[in-house]
């Protein structure tokens, strides 16, 4: 099919929204805003408040309130963000000292040290590890002392320096890779078996992506979405916890920090953001039922008020 929708200046969306569409705002702030953020990037926020099968909005939609979720979504990101980070730091930490250790140094040489990745997918692997390495060394002052005290023996750096200049879909592929002991190791650290955290890391690695991108995460459906650990009955009973909204992701986040970062205030920040919201849009993100009585989240509830409309 072909596109045929005409280019639109800030005012003619404006107008479009509107006059045409049914938004309640003020067409200069209304204008501003579309200069400031795009189109597309404001109707994530906006789609919700449409009449279903239809481009209209619902009676009483205000841009204010359009605007008020960009807000929120904006700094939601950033908190779970200092959650991934922490995850991310954990996970590079803890390959670079178990392969290190069982491994050698220097044990991402050898493919067979590697062997749950195909000669193809180790390949790529090491020719994005050089890729990385080599951007690394022009500005980073640990990998350019490396290169310049020991580049004429090693082309590429220790675990310990590797880890730390990989991206984090890298880190997720090496753990991927590495040997089946390794990966128990660090999945039974975590409390939890390696299948679920082979898919706990594609979950983290894929809403890291959504946070560098500045994408819309509040109401999100991921597309690698975590699995849930039947076996703990925590997870299950009173309230089962599902994956398919931001709060089976959310949850995850909080079962890993439990162990990575006990004594972290993460959870009241975000119980916090999350009780300033209505009813309905806590039930977007998947909070819905008697979650609070789910006990991954019930004993950080005591002393949060919640001031939800």
Not at 107 to 115: A, E, H, T, V
Not at 171 to 182: C, D, M, N, T
Not at 278 to 288: I, K, L, P
Request: include cysteine; glycine fraction near 8%.
């Amino acid at each position: 099919m072909e596109y045929t929708k005409p280019f639109l200046t800030f005012e003619q969306q404006a107008d479009l929204l509107m006059n045409d569409r049914g938004m309640v705002a003020d067409r200069d702030d209304l204008t501003n805003h579309l200069r400031d953020m795009g189109y597309y990037r404001l109707s994530g926020y906006w789609h919700i408040h449409k009449k279903q099968g239809s481009d209209e909005f619902q009676e009483g939609t205000t841009f204010r309130r359009v605007w008020d979720m960009y807000v929120f979504d904006r700094q939601f990101r950033l908190v779970v963000f200092d959650a991934v980070e922490r995850v991310e730091v954990y996970m590079r930490t803890q390959l670079a000292y178990i392969l290190a250790e069982q491994t050698g140094p220097f044990g991402f040489l050898d493919r067979g040290k590697l062997p749950r990745l195909s000669e193809k997918r180790y390949g790529h692997f090491i020719e994005k590890c050089h890729d990385t390495y080599g951007r690394a060394k022009r500005g980073e002052p640990f990998a350019k002392h490396f290169h310049n005290k020991y580049g004429d023996h090693h082309d590429l750096p220790p675990y310990w320096i590797l880890v730390n200049v990989m991206d984090f879909g890298m880190v997720v592929a090496l753990y991927k890779g590495s040997p089946v002991l390794v990966r128990k190791q660090i999945a039974h650290n975590l409390g939890i078996n390696t299948t679920v955290l082979d898919s706990w890391l594609l979950t983290v690695n894929t809403v890291r992506n959504i946070c560098a991108h500045h994408g819309r995460l509040w109401n999100r459906t991921i597309g690698n979405p975590p699995k849930i650990p039947r076996s703990q009955p925590k997870w299950r009973d009173p309230y089962d916890v599902k994956n398919d909204k931001m709060f089976g992701t959310l949850t995850m986040l909080s079962y890993l920090l439990e162990r990575i970062a006990p004594d972290t205030s993460w959870r009241k920040r975000l119980l916090d953001m999350m009780f300033g919201l209505t009813r309905r849009n806590q039930e977007r993100m998947g909070f819905t039922g008697e979650w609070r009585e789910c006990l991954l989240w019930k004993p950080y509830l005591s002393n949060t008020e919640s001031t939800e409309g």
